[in-house]
């Protein structure tokens, strides 16, 4: 028959058992709402006016120069005006998928949840449209998160 000091013990003991699930459940939560705050922060920035208007810039400055639109966007990328203004707008694209891949890497993201939230169509962006602007700036640019992309959404290339 167990004495009223080991009840107490047992009873300690389950108490530490029950305080240890409710942290683990806390800290759960906590995970899940600072993941979704995240992942809000990274769908904001994409919608934002300053994205759109900025990805309308780019089509527009490629659709104007077919035959060597990389080649004219670096010669005016610092002299013009307009010029900075595009290179600004490629920088804000790229970077979204550069964050992106750098949560991906650190573990944050898994490519899975990145299929459901990123687009073939806004990869496409980055491949069709930003990466030949890159190229024309700086032949050896880093295509790390060109090559993260393009092998999560192959189809992107094609369009």
């Known amino acids: 028959m167990c004495d009223l000091r080991e009840w107490a013990q047992m009873a300690a003991a389950l108490g530490s058992v029950l305080a240890a699930?409710?942290?683990w459940r806390s800290a759960?939560?906590?995970r899940k709402a600072l993941w979704g705050q995240m992942v809000n922060n990274i769908m904001e920035v994409y919608s934002s006016p300053d994205m759109l208007d900025g990805i309308h810039r780019l089509q527009l400055f490629r659709g104007e120069h077919t035959g060597d639109y990389p080649g004219d966007f670096a010669k005016i990328r610092k002299q013009e005006p307009h010029g900075q203004q595009l290179?600004?707008?490629r920088r804000r694209l790229a970077h979204w998928f550069h964050r992106i891949r750098m949560l991906v890497e650190s573990g944050v993201l898994n490519e899975c949840f990145v299929k459901k939230v990123v687009s073939s169509?806004?990869?496409s962006l980055l491949l069709v449209?930003?990466?030949p602007l890159e190229k024309a700036i700086n032949p050896n640019y880093?295509?790390?998160t060109f090559d993260l992309f393009r092998r999560?959404?192959?189809e992107a290339t094609k369009r």
Do not use: M
């Open 121 to 123: 169509d806004q990869v």
């Open 129 to 131: 449209l930003d990466e």
């Open 152 to 154: 999560l959404y192959p």
């Open 142 to 144: 880093d295509k790390t």
């Open 21 to 23: 699930i409710a942290a």
């Open 87 to 89: 290179d600004k707008d």
């Open 28 to 30: 759960c939560q906590s």
